[in-house]
């Protein structure tokens, strides 16, 4: 059978494992469930759970819970793990979930509504989702190989977690090697994607790496220092990552190399797609959705898991510079960005800097809408403040650069000023064509 099914029809798929689910546990083998995984629902139904059980076994209170997060591992690198592939908002549609080396599950994170659905399976902080705890799950099969696992539908021993998709990875100490837990992305059937476990495996990685520095989990939400700010962090995938000492203290966005400028002085250049998204964050002070900027970056096509990939490499490359829940820039950066310089100097009346500051158009080498806008919004400002200016010079300045040579109406305010005879009003309306 095709499994991109799960991904194209997921309804349709899942109602053929169904049909095998019921066949394999009635002693027929089917094609459909891998041998790996019916060797699992034999030792699951050895271990005394039946297809039909509803409840695991629950090993602690979720207010007992609060204790063992505070001295396990894992809480160190929870805050990067939320950044990257948590959806908490109203509308987020999937569950992520941290358990110990056990399968003890001690972290979970949720819309109200996923939370809602995850409560009704028991899925929930001290609930065992061992083999032993409730059968075959993602969880328990990441436990058992070793290595990242994805189920599907009826691919779940216990008949009630057929409605759910759910991939797991486990999560090792980068020094011993040792397992300390395992994460795991749960939710409706349709929120499963082809990326779904290149993300679950690239969040391990990052954890991991965290893991193995010896601050790890400093950014991102960790906690402050005893005297209030908080510790430097480190270098994460090769990139500083802002601390004391690396702040970022403006956004070059104009022209076709944009980059981050921090404090001592470095210049680190950005991707067109991180500018792209950094460009969205300076226009707006409320800040922004990963499903906002998923769909003005992607149109429909656009994932919010795409956009927290992408967000957490940002994070890590300029740290507290960038907040979330929303996504918005620090206090600090809002504004500070080489096009925000300019808006701020045409509010402040000054258009001759501003025309000075606008060296190049915003992000020159994006076709997103999105930011064609922002372009656009950018070239109208500085144009209608240069036309009320009732100043030639600044005119004939706007008409030579390349944001200002195809706007007709400077050429019109150009002539009045300067009358239709001028050589200057002449040169810029016949390569304008006004």
């Known amino acids: ?42 030792r699951s139904m050895a271990l005394g759970i039946s ?3 509803h409840s695991p076994r629950h090993l602690h209170e979720p207010s007992e819970v609060l204790e063992l997060r505070r001295d396990h591992r894992l809480q160190q690198v929870m805050p990067a793990l939320h950044d990257l592939l948590a959806d908490d908002s109203r509308s987020g549609r999937h569950l992520l979930v941290l358990t110990d ?41 990441a436990l058992v190989t070793g290595g990242p696992v994805q189920l599907f539908s009826a691919e779940h021993l216990v008949r009630t977690h057929h409605d759910w998709a759910c991939t797991a990875a486990p999560i090792t100490d980068p020094t011993t090697g040792r397992l300390l837990g395992v994460l795991d992305v749960s939710g409706p059937l349709d929120t499963i994607s082809a990326d779904t476990l290149r993300m679950v495996r690239c969040a391990v990685r990052v954890a991991e790496a965290l893991l193995g520095t010896s601050d790890a989990g400093t950014s991102f939400g960790a906690p402050a220092s005893k005297g209030g700010s908080r510790r430097p962090a480190h270098a994460v995938g090769g990139q500083n990552v802002a601390g004391q000492g690396a702040v970022v203290e403006s956004l070059e966005l104009l022209g076709d190399k944009p980059a981050a400028v921090f404090a001592d002085g470095v210049r ?3 991707t067109l797609r991180r500018a792209e998204i950094l460009a969205l964050l300076d226009s707006r002070s409320q800040g922004w959705s990963a499903e906002e ?21 940002v994070r890590s490359m300029l740290g507290g510079a960038v907040e ?20 701020r100097l045409l509010r402040e009346g000054l258009v001759a800097e501003a025309l000075e500051a606008y060296r190049a158009p915003l992000l020159s080498r994006s076709g997103a809408l999105a930011v064609q806008l922002l372009r656009d919004q950018l070239d109208l400002a500085v144009g209608s403040a240069v036309r009320v200016s009732g100043d030639p010079g600044l005119l004939v300045r706007w008409l030579s650069t390349d944001m200002g040579a195809a706007d007709s109406l400077a050429v019109e305010a150009l002539g009045r000023l300067v009358g239709r005879a001028d050589s200057r009003y002449l040169a810029f309306r016949a390569s304008s064509g006004a």
């Open 1 to 42: 059978m095709d499994q991109g099914l799960r991904f194209s029809d997921p309804a349709r798929y899942a109602r053929t494992l169904r049909r095998a689910h019921e066949l394999v546990i009635s002693g027929v083998p089917r094609p459909e469930i891998p041998t790996s995984l019916v060797d699992s629902w034999h």
């Open 51 to 53: 297809p039909d059980q």
């Open 101 to 141: 080396a056990s399968g003890e599950i001690l972290w979970r994170v949720g819309s109200p509504a996923v939370l809602r659905r995850a409560d009704q399976l028991e899925f929930l902080e001290g609930a065992d989702w061992s083999e032993a705890g409730i059968g075959t799950n993602a969880i328990s099969e």
């Open 268 to 270: 680190s250049p950005l």
């Open 293 to 313: 900027l998923a769909y003005e970056l992607h149109g429909d096509a656009g994932t919010p898991q795409a956009i927290r990939t992408e967000m957490f490499r």
């Open 324 to 343: 979330s829940n929303p996504y918005r820039l620090a206090a600090g950066l809002a504004g500070a960005s080489d096009s925000g310089r300019v808006l």
